[in-house]
C-alpha cells in the first residue's frame, strides 16, 4: 500500500522563477494539504483540497497556489520565488477532512538561489 | 486563532528512563490533538491522536499522551525511553475544518 508520494524530492530554483510540486495522496485519502517546514521550524500549514476546492488556507501569499485532481492527486504552485521560500514542502492526505490524522509524505526540499 | 506551544527545544533523557515532552494549545472549542515525529529529512509519522473519550491515549511505539483540559496540555510520555526514540517531536492542533497548527517541535535525545 503506497503511502504519500511527493515529486520531486529535491529542487533547486532561481529567484523569480516559478516552481510545480506534485503529491499523490494514500490510497483511499481524498484530502491533501500542503506544509511549509522551514529548517529548524515546525511545519506551517498553505491550504487543503477537498473535492477539487481550496476548504482552508494558511498565512501564505496569493504566490501560493495550489490544484486538485479528479484522482486526489494535487500540487502545489509558487510565483515569483524569494529566497526565503526555500523549504521542506510537505504534503498530508487525509480521509473526507476529517481529522483522523494525517499521512504525510517525505516532502520536497526546494531551494532558491 | 489557535496556538500550540513546545516550550522545551530539547528534551535529554537516559535510555530506560520515562520520558515527557510538554506541549500546550490554545484553541476555540474542542480540540483535536495530535503528535508526529519526525526522523532527519523525512516527513511526519503519526504517533498518536486525541479527539474525545479518555484523557490518557496510547499510541505507537509505546508513547502516550494525556490530554488536561484544565491545563490546555497534552504532554507525551514513554514509561522507558530507548535510544532508537531520538528524533524530532511535533504537537498539532487541527481543526474539524482541517486547519492545523504545529508546534515548533523538541528534539528528544535519549543517551545510552
Known amino acids: 500500500d503506497a503511502g504519500v508520494t511527493q515529486s520531486p524530492t529535491h529542487l533547486i530554483k532561481t529567484r523569480g522563477q516559478q516552481v510545480t510540486l506534485r503529491c499523490s495522496p494514500k490510497?483511499?485519502?481524498?484530502?491533501v494539504s500542503w506544509y511549509q517546514q522551514a529548517l529548524g521550524q515546525g511545519p506551517q500549514f498553505i491550504f487543503q483540497y477537498y473535492e477539487e476546492e481550496e476548504r482552508q488556507r494558511g498565512n501564505f501569499p496569493d504566490r501560493f497556489s495550489g490544484h486538485q485532481f479528479p484522482n486526489y492527486s494535487s500540487e502545489l504552485n509558487v510565483n515569483a520565488l524569494l529566497l526565503g521560500d526555500s523549504a521542506l514542502y510537505l504534503c498530508?492526505?487525509?480521509?473526507?477532512?476529517?481529522?483522523?490524522?494525517?499521512?504525510f509524505g517525505s516532502g520536497t526540499r526546494l531551494t532558491v538561489v | 486563532a489557535q496556538s500550540v506551544a513546545q516550550p522545551e527545544d530539547q528534551v535529554n533523557v537516559a535510555e530506560g528512563n520515562p520520558l515527557t515532552v510538554k506541549c500546550t494549545y490554545s484553541v476555540s472549542g474542542n480540540p483535536y490533538l495530535f503528535w508526529y515525529v519526525q526522523y532527519p529529512n523525512r516527513g511526519l509519522q503519526f504517533l498518536l491522536k486525541?479527539?474525545?473519550?479518555?484523557?490518557l491515549v496510547k499510541g505507537s511505539y509505546g508513547f502516550e499522551a494525556e490530554f488536561n483540559k484544565s491545563q490546555t496540555s497534552f504532554h507525551l510520555k514513554k514509561p522507558s525511553a530507548l535510544v532508537s526514540d531520538s528524533a524530532l517531536y511535533f504537537c498539532?492542533?487541527?481543526?474539524?475544518?482541517?486547519?492545523?497548527?504545529f508546534g515548533d517541535g523538541t528534539t528528544l535525545t535519549v543517551k545510552p
Open positions: 498539532a492542533v487541527i481543526t474539524n475544518a482541517g486547519k492545523s497548527t
Open positions: 498530508a492526505s487525509s480521509r473526507d477532512r476529517r481529522t483522523n490524522g494525517y499521512t
Open positions: 486525541y479527539i474525545t473519550g479518555d484523557n
Open positions: 490510497s483511499g485519502h481524498d484530502t
